[in-house]
């Protein structure tokens, strides 16, 4: 088993940052296929963007315009999301998610564990 825990959201004013932290323990995720995803009031839970733990190979939603970044640091068990110049629109639930096969899926039913998620709210 392993268990995801994000953390680092909080209240942001629009154009401004913030850096998720996803961190996993019960066995090392450095073969797993890693992803961040969010949730909106009202909204299905969409893809925001995934890595390779092993090979640090990066998808990204489309719809994020370069804005974030994902990482990863193999010997802390942790994988990042930095968010830059940050609109509402982001505002969301961000969840971590795990996939076994080291697959960085952009699909959500493809991945085998999930954190609680961390509140991003992004004000106008």
């Known amino acids: 088993q392993v268990q995801l825990v994000e953390s680092g959201g909080g209240l942001v004013q629009a154009g401004g940052s913030l850096r998720l932290s996803c961190a996993a323990s019960?066995?090392?995720?450095?073969?797993?296929?890693m992803g961040w995803f969010r949730q909106a009031p009202g909204k299905e839970r969409e893809f925001v963007a995934a890595i390779r733990m092993s090979s640090g190979y990066i998808r990204y939603a489309d719809s994020l315009e370069g804005r974030f970044t994902i990482s990863r640091d193999n010997a802390k068990n942790t994988v990042y999301l930095q968010m830059n110049s940050l609109k509402p629109d982001d505002t969301a639930v961000y969840y971590c998610?795990?996939?076994?096969?080291?697959?960085?899926?952009?699909?959500?039913?493809?991945?085998?564990?999930w954190g609680q998620g961390t509140q991003v709210t992004v004000s106008s």
């Open positions: 998610a795990a996939n076994r096969y080291g697959t960085p899926a952009t699909v959500s039913s493809s991945y085998n564990y």
């Open positions: 019960g066995r090392t995720v450095s073969s797993y296929g």
